[in-house]
């Protein structure tokens, strides 16, 4: 489901954000092929300085359909930034990206905090971010150094300890359903 980045999707990938339900919310916006080589050159070296974690996300043929990546990393917490090609829309690939991806960075990584910064217009963004039962909406003092104005965007929380506290739960739903099919 995901890959590290790397030049040789960049064909691809750049043919998917060029869609104009996609490159509105793209983060890093590319004009021609060569600038995104450049923009994911870049982020290959953030990554290696620990400044972001990006990941490309991929389909059950491990063909490149969008991207996920942790942004502005400052103890251990950033800004999530995600999309997905307009062909893969409604078809479950970004909600199991980011539940990959958040896996990565909780219990592999030391990220404590991850914000989604979601313009209020971007309606298919809000509608995901509602479908994770561990995030939530906040205001909070990042937005001052998130250049957030209010009005616009909708800011929610995912923290390292509701995520983990999710997973339990879940498990122990499910440990429990198994007893009770074993004793019936």
Known sequence: ML??????????????MQHP???????????????YQLIVQEMIR???????ISRTVI???????????????VDNKGFL???????YFGKG??????????SELFLEKAIQTIYLKIRKYNVRSQKAAEK????????????????HDPNLFHLYEITRERY???????????????????EA
Do not use: M
Request: aromatic share 12%.
């Open 21 to 35: 339900e996609v490159f509105p919310f793209v983060r890093h916006k590319a004009q021609t092929l060569e600038e």
């Open 81 to 87: 930034g995600t999309w997905i090609g307009r062909p």
């Open 46 to 52: 953030k990554e290696a300085n620990n400044e972001i």
């Open 132 to 147: 994770i039962p561990y995030a939530q909406v906040v205001e909070h003092p990042v937005l001052q150094f998130a250049d």
């Open 93 to 102: 690939y970004n909600q199991s990206a980011k539940e990959a991806f958040f």
């Open 3 to 16: 890959k590290k980045r790397n030049l040789s999707e960049c064909g691809v990938l750049f043919q998917l």
């Open 164 to 182: 983990i506290l999710h997973k339990q739960y879940i498990q122990s739903f499910s440990l429990n359903i198994d007893t009770l099919k074993e």
């Open 59 to 73: 389909d059950e043929h491990r063909q490149p359909i969008g991207t996920i990546t942790l942004y502005d990393i």
